[in-house]
């Protein structure tokens, strides 16, 4: 293992780019740096597994043909350089070959998640100006509201459609196209964020991006050549686009989908037959497997080495629990649609890992503190966590396509969360600016009372929220999901009243709790505390209306 300070200190972009990517940055193709350059010796670059049982392999050789293919497939619909492709796939090859076949024309992808629905769809396909979207038959429908649409090749098109039909139109391409070259700053990825407030933005990933996402996949992933890797987010996402597909398969490493719905019996299904050793997913996601005590244990105790987590913070109970049920290390990991994963507690790199720290700054990014007047705060002071852009080589991110920022402040990116600086270089997440809480003059983050909450044996998940109060400006109110068989009560909810004043301090504790069969959250699994503090403030404001009218 690598010594975190040395790694960071000695950073080289251009040592880090001709390492990873074995050229120069002038001449780029992304289907080259993630499918060609591996090609020749039959390595495997994806395992699938379908949701009936079915599965196969498919070598870097294959996928190289057929994204050959399909990239002239592609050109005969007009897609050139710099043109948008989107993707309306499920986890197949299928979906592979589509991003690989858009990259080697110079094209950029546009990932559209498969549980979008049409209004979703279409602000990304007018956002974008894609010229093709490629789809199966099961999503086909999701495209007929959708005005304007882009010419659509569709996996087992209907014959009556006017869909050309995935692979008829492959099986009949020429079988050989020239990659197309570009600069490293030429794009290859358009992106969409998943903001709290306002249509969805367009931000563009450019090619030198692959260099960072080899160096996670390297230091944070801690990918090694004789690892079976499953990253469990899915491509229609920033973290499964990046580090399930670009990331693995740049390192010529293998990847692994599962082409079916999230259970903990497929888990652990997947992870015994293709025996994983490097697990990588979200909170969510770990908190629903813990759920099932020995169901999820007891089948693949002793298969992990390495377990990742990303998407939000990482409760300290999911680390524990690994560590005694599993016997694995689990490592908090953060990022943004808009930089990657930036700060990390890494499996590859030597440093102390604290409990509830985000960890370190990914060699090649300086990570600030910075207080309201952007000046850079000392450690034990909360603050917006940024991106010291000047000294961050491998920050690619340049802005949202064609709107405005004010994200970037002098030589600072923003990124709009609450952290704060520990002694020892390490960040402490505390929040989303607008999610933490202002009580008796106290400034509180959801997620420390989120993970006490957890932490009792009756609880599965918990959002807490700021709710307005004119004493305390805001009280905490928690919104509890509660385990199989648990009666929810007011003796209930007192108790663990009581367990967050003992796991945290007096002031931190929900003095409203309200029992909830599910919490809102993004496609993605992430928590919308938004959506339940907006509730909590129409509710108070529909009774004033109500006190008002009977006065």
């Not at 043909?65 to 948008?84: M, W, Y």
């Not at 759920?291 to 002793?302: T, V, Y």
């Not at 910075?370 to 961050?392: N, T």
């Amino acid at each position: 293992m690598r010594d975190y300070s040395a790694a960071a200190s000695s950073f080289n972009y251009r040592q880090a780019a001709d390492a990873a990517l074995a050229g120069s940055l002038e001449a780029l193709n992304a289907c080259v740096e993630c499918c060609d350059r591996h090609t020749g010796d039959g390595r495997v670059a994806l395992v699938w597994e379908g949701r009936d049982g079915a599965s196969a392999q498919y070598s870097f050789d294959e996928l190289q043909a057929r994204a050959a293919r399909l990239a002239n497939v592609l050109k005969g619909q007009g897609v050139g350089s710099g043109d948008r492709v989107a993707g309306l796939l499920p986890r197949t090859v299928e979906l592979l070959v589509s991003v690989l076949a858009t990259w080697r024309l110079g094209a950029v992808y546009q990932p559209l998640f498969t549980a979008f629905g049409p209004t979703a769809i279409e602000h990304r396909l007018h956002s974008s100006g894609a010229k093709v979207v490629v789809t199966d038959r099961q999503n086909r429908f999701k495209l007929d509201d959708v005005s304007a649409c882009p010419r659509i090749i569709t996996v087992d098109a209907d014959a009556a459609s006017s869909d050309l039909d995935f692979h008829s139109a492959l099986n009949n391409a020429a079988a050989e196209c020239t990659p197309v070259l570009l600069a490293a700053d030429a794009p290859f990825l358009l992106m969409f964020t998943s903001g709290t407030t306002g249509p969805a933005k367009p931000l563009e990933v450019p090619l030198r991006a692959i260099v960072a996402f080899q160096g996670y996949m390297r230091d944070a992933i801690d990918l090694r050549p004789e690892d079976r890797f499953w990253n469990l987010a899915d491509p229609g996402w920033a973290y499964g686009l990046y580090y399930a597909v670009t990331g693995p398969l740049a390192l010529g490493h293998a990847t692994t989908f599962f082409d079916g719905p999230f259970s903990v019996d497929s888990t652990c299904r997947v992870i015994d037959k293709y025996r994983i050793t490097n697990l990588a997913g979200s909170p969510t996601a770990y908190r629903m497997l813990i759920a099932a005590g020995e169901a999820f244990s007891a089948p693949i105790k002793g298969r992990l080495r390495a377990v990742s987590s990303a998407g939000e913070p990482l409760n300290p109970e999911v680390i524990r629990w690994f560590r005694e049920n599993l016997d694995v290390t689990i490592h908090d990991h953060y990022g943004q649609t808009e930089l990657g994963m930036v700060l990390c507690n890494h499996h590859g790199l030597e440093h102390p890992v604290h409990l509830g720290s985000a960890g370190f700054a990914i060699p090649g990014h300086r990570i600030v503190v910075l207080d309201e007047q952007q000046r850079e705060l000392p450690p034990g002071q909360p603050g917006i966590l940024a991106v010291d852009r000047e000294q961050s080589p491998l920050c690619w991110f340049g802005g949202y396509h064609g709107l405005p920022t004010s994200s970037f402040i002098g030589q600072y990116y923003l990124s709009g969360d609450t952290v704060e600086l520990n002694s020892d270089g390490s960040i402490s997440f505390v929040g989303r600016s607008d999610d933490v809480i202002t009580t008796s003059g106290y400034r509180v983050g959801p997620f420390d009372v989120e993970s006490a909450l957890i932490e009792h044996p009756a609880v599965i998940e918990a959002a807490v929220v700021g709710k307005p109060d004119p004493e305390r400006t805001e009280l905490i109110k928690a919104f509890v999901v509660l385990g199989q068989g648990v009666e929810a009560s007011a003796e209930l909810a007192e108790a663990l009243r009581q367990h967050v004043r003992q796991r945290l301090y007096a002031h931190a504790y929900p003095r409203e709790i309200e029992f909830v069969g599910e919490l809102p959250k993004t496609p993605s699994g992430k928590l919308q505390r938004f959506i339940l503090r907006n509730q909590e403030i129409a509710k108070q404001q529909e009774a004033a209306l109500a006190n008002t009218a009977s006065a």
